[in-house]
């Protein structure tokens, strides 16, 4: 078995055990948790293209809409990611996407609160 093989059945693996892990918390809402499980998605499979990022991207507007329509510069970055992917791999050669989208969650869930906040009741 090749390296990059094992890395990715072991990534692969990861990703499977963190989204179970996710949907084992019921404290979590389940808008939450779908939208971890879709960039999740893109780190398991070796062949992500930008244009596999859809439904990363449909989550993202379903949490900016809770958050009626206030989102930071992660979001944005990460929004036009499809778009700039293409710049960043032919400036440097690297297909970034996993990195992107590895840096994204870990920010996220580090200031969940801050990044996800609960949709206001009563509006």
Known sequence: MQLASAV????????MGGIAGLWGRAAMPVLDKTALTALLSLLATPYGYSDDM??????????AERRQWRFG???VLLWLWPG?????LVAS???STPLA???WQGAALRAR???LPPRPTGA
Request: contains cysteine; glycine residues 6%.
């Open 93 to 95: 050669g690297v297909l």
């Open 54 to 63: 859809v439904a990363s991207l449909i989550m993202l507007a379903a949490l």
């Open 113 to 115: 609160a801050a990044v």
């Open 84 to 88: 700039l992917c293409p710049t960043v």
């Open 101 to 103: 989208v590895g840096v």
């Open 73 to 75: 510069l992660r979001e």
């Open 8 to 15: 990715q059945l072991a990534v692969a693996a990861l990703v």
